[in-house]
């Protein structure tokens, strides 16, 4: 190869690289901690509470944040496609997913921010308002079962569905009496318009339900739960969650790979923040902080009546 080639290849090369740190460098410059825009995917059992979360993010500071809501393993696969990127996920990065992140050279920022509770629900119509682990692992293992005429899931590639599945020890959903949709909300329509069936999603879905979703939310039972090894049955209530006491719960993590100081970190601290925590504890999941509370303490109580 002559000298001119190689000179030539070398300067086209530095050109390259020249191009593109300007179009890294103008991309971070349009986004901030708390400035720009950002798209962030949701585990489709959070999008209740994050879309809470988005609403007040962007009322207080200038930004843009896109919600994409997707199943567990559809998210994990577009964090990799993709050079970085956000998610907001039932469970923690595996230490095999970690390592494609260190192939990539990103150490993601991981941020838990709450507890959630995986619920069971049934028609209103059913006076049975309590269900066993040990039955529903049972029914998905196969063994016949006479109270659960049928479980429904929001999808088979869903984070419900993977909880339940290492419940029960099984790699997939068997294929009689376990149905799958797409959504929570087609869960909850379903069981709310079919006696027999129990439906299991997410309980930001019942304690927070889209104004269109409150009729359907009416018409079902959310059942007490007995665990494997308890006497005692328990709701999904956010004291019951705090105590230790309701025995299907998981942690919320937001999983930051942008790999620089942009919005997902932003957002993060947001979520954890005060603000972000109380909006937790009021959409019935539970703070990894309880926000405090401010008293006022007078020294003299003022009698209008005088």
Known sequence: MSKIKKLFI???????????????????????????????????????????????????????VKIVAKSESEIINSLFIKKSGIAVLTRNLTVEENKIFAQKKITPKITKFATDAIAFISNKRNKDTIIEVKAIIEFMQGKPSIKIKGLVFDNPNSSTVNYMNSLAGIKSIPEQGVFSFKTNEEV??????????????????????????QRFVNDVNILSVKSLTGTNYYDPSQNNIAEGKYPLVRDLYIINGQGYSGLGMGFASFVASDIGQRIILKSGLLPIRIPGRKINIRNKINNDNE
């Open 10 to 64: 070398l300067v086209f090369v530095g050109f390259l690289f020249v191009m593109c740190n300007q179009k890294d460098k103008k991309d971070t410059d349009k986004e901030s901690i708390l400035k720009g825009s950002v798209t962030i995917l949701v585990d489709e059992t959070l999008t209740p509470i994050m879309e809470d979360q988005v609403a007040a993010f962007e009322s207080n500071y200038e930004v843009k």
């Open 188 to 213: 909850i329509k379903f069981v709310a318009q079919n006696e027999g069936m129990i439906g299991i999603v997410g309980v930001n879905w019942l304690t927070q339900p889209m104004p269109d979703m």
